[in-house]
């Protein structure tokens, strides 16, 4: 096993429930990845540590909003390991409300820069450069200074999800017709499509978009799959107006879980894709028995919510 993978071990499939519609609901279980509270960005994250250290970098240099899982994990991965941290969030417009996953990436001692949305690559080089000059041989996760190169490194992680996933199937005798996941920056809808195209899967891989709008967000997941213009599921018509953004849909959703299940859901990730997996389904699951949805994790913003309704009642 690799080393920076030890934690990642193989994540619970559950049976959930029966949907109006006939479908069979399981979850697989990456919340529980046993690190930082786990999710999706514990496996890309690993990933990104282990090319590092195989190119021989020093200096992890990261990329995201505050509010970032992945920046959380990636501040708690090179903490543990003795690696520096910088991250470069961009500046978002209004108030800067700070979540959970910001306070402990501060905790875990990364460091901030903040840039404008319009000099995101402009900082990235400056940072990049002013390391080097420091002696540090920097890694910056996503390849060069506008996001590319780093493809492959990042749809590994869930290629090898992917493989977990068919195990599982062979081993309870249990076929998915379909996957659902939160998709956002496409890393790991990435993976999974790399996955099944490796191992001829024929399951529909249904990404549902918490932020990005067709265009510009099907074609980052084809990037990190490492497609052509074959066709994707990368479905838009669940955002509820963009990242972030939730209605009282979303929350039924959440509340329930949690009553049935005991699982908690957030409102900008996993919340929004399972009430979107429910519609989707709905319109277009006649056909379909067994589904798997993929619960990528997330944990403190489903505490950020209940902190801002606790904020609204008091
Ligand atoms: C980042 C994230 C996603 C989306 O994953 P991408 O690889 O960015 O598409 C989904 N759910 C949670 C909880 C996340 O943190």
Redesign the pocket.
Known sequence: MKTENRFLKPTPVQYLEKLPGGQEIFIKREDLLGFSFG???CR?GAAFLEDMRRRGADYMVSYGSRKS??NRVMAALCRSRKIPCLIISPQEEGVQEDGFNAVLADDMGAERVFCERSAVADTVEDTLRSLKARGYQPYYIYGDAHGMGNEETARSAYRDAYDEIRRWEEKNQVEFQAIF?????????GGLLAGRRERGGREEIVGIS?AREEKAGAAAVRRYAGMGNESICFETDYRCGGYGIYDAGIENVIQTMMERHGIAL?PV??GKAYAGMLRWLDRYGDKIRNVLFIH???LP?YFDYLNKRMEVER
């Open positions: 999710g999706n960005k890309i899982n992945l996941l939160a998709s956002g920056t496409g890393m790991t809808q918490v957030d990730y996993t990528t994790g997330g913003l």
